[in-house]
């Protein structure tokens, strides 16, 4: 997945191809400069999409920072409980581990 659309690499494409056609027309042929431009469009294309990718993994990695902020993580065994929640945790297991043995 990547961020923006499609339409972001016609834009830069049709942008490079412009800029290209327009800067080659005054000192090429027509045609050399229509070769120019398509080759611009097409590089201008694959910028599009590199920069497209690096723009959504730092999207991605805001995104990760944030939620790890949010939400911090507690280590295994330093959760603090209740003792009703402990007990009734405890009678759950027993119950599975029981009907576990009579099968």
């Given at each position: 997945?990547?961020?923006?659309?499609?339409?972001?690499?016609l834009?830069?494409?049709?942008?490079?191809?412009?800029?290209?056609?327009?800067?080659?027309?005054?000192?090429?042929?027509?045609?050399?400069?229509?070769?120019?431009?398509?080759?611009?469009?097409?590089?201008?294309?694959?910028?599009?999409?590199?920069?497209r990718?690096?723009?959504?993994?730092?999207?991605?990695?805001?995104?990760?920072?944030?939620?790890?902020?949010?939400?911090?993580?507690?280590?295994?065994?330093?959760?603090?409980?209740?003792?009703?929640?402990?007990?009734?945790?405890?009678?759950?297991?027993?119950?599975?581990?029981?009907?576990?043995?009579?099968?």
């Amino acid at each position: 997945m990547m961020a923006g659309t499609l339409y972001w690499n016609l834009y830069m494409a049709v942008t490079g191809f412009l800029v290209t056609f327009l800067v080659s027309l005054s000192s090429n042929l027509w045609q050399t400069s229509v070769i120019r431009g398509a080759v611009s469009f097409f590089l201008f294309f694959l910028i599009g999409f590199i920069l497209r990718w690096i723009w959504w993994y730092i999207l991605i990695k805001q995104e990760d920072s944030k939620e790890a902020e949010e939400s911090p993580e507690v280590e295994p065994g330093k959760q603090k409980m209740d003792e009703d929640t402990a007990k009734e945790t405890s009678k759950v297991i027993k119950s599975l581990l029981g009907e576990d043995n009579n099968q």
